[in-house]
T-cell receptor, first 114, second 114 residues
């Protein structure tokens, strides 16, 4: 079984400042890793994913994440945030074979302060 | 717009009742997933169908059932509803079955049980 821990439930950041949203996972098998964003009153949208290869993954809206196998982490970063980045961010994991269901973390609410 | 549609958008019903949530996947997608998002449980995978067949099962209650029809749309049936079933129910679809395929989420159906 897999599990995901998002260490921060809420992160307030000033506009144009950098941000890092933390995600750690636990799994006995190799996994794929994902970050999803949920804007208010909307469904989830994929920001980026790690399947294999380069550990630095770039996604949409200027976000990137780094897969660290030894620390079982997949932290999300953005060098300069904008008001429009205010949303809930979910880290998710799925095994890379067999049952491919997504297991989500509890989410991090990112609030951008003008 | 992800291309996944869900109806209805909102549903208010009483305890003990039965409801049906409907999902139309993106054109060409064969997999449909159902997720429940609630304040206390977070985002949880319920069930997946691939080309009409049940593919994977998660934390789905026995009072809940789902199916995928020949035209690939899916329905989630919730019966003997309890207050705790109040949640946002998401449908997602992907072109194949496997963690490497991106899941596209619909806008969700908000179920309120009174």
């Amino acid at each position: 079984a897999q599990s995901v821990t998002q260490l921060d439930s809420q992160v307030p950041v000033f506009e144009e400042a950098p941000v890092e949203l933390r995600c750690n996972y636990s799994s006995s098998v190799s996994v794929y890793l994902f970050w999803y964003v949920q804007y208010p009153n909307q469904g989830l949208q994929l920001l980026l994913k790690y399947l294999s290869g380069s550990t630095l993954v770039k996604g949409i809206n200027g976000f990137e994440a780094e897969f660290n196998k030894s620390q079982t982490s997949f932290h999300l970063r953005k060098p300069s945030v904008h008001i429009s980045d205010t949303a809930e961010y979910f880290c998710a994991v799925s095994p890379n074979f067999g049952n491919e269901k997504l297991t989500f973390g509890t989410g991090t609410r990112l609030t951008i302060i003008p | 717009d992800s291309g996944v549609t869900q109806t209805p958008k909102h549903l208010i019903t009483a305890t003990g009742q039965r409801v049906t949530l409907r999902c139309s996947p993106r054109s060409g997608d064969l997999s449909v997933y159902w997720y429940q998002q609630s304040l206390d449980q977070g985002l949880q995978f319920l069930i997946q169908y691939y080309n009409g067949e049940e593919r994977a099962k998660g934390n789905i209650l026995e009072r809940f059932s789902a199916q995928q029809f020949p035209d690939l749309h899916s329905e989630l049936n919730l019966s003997s509803l309890e207050l705790g079933d109040s949640a946002l129910y998401f449908c997602a679809s992907s072109v194949g079955t496997g963690g490497m395929y991106e899941q596209y989420f619909g806008p969700g159906t908000r179920l309120t049980v009174t």
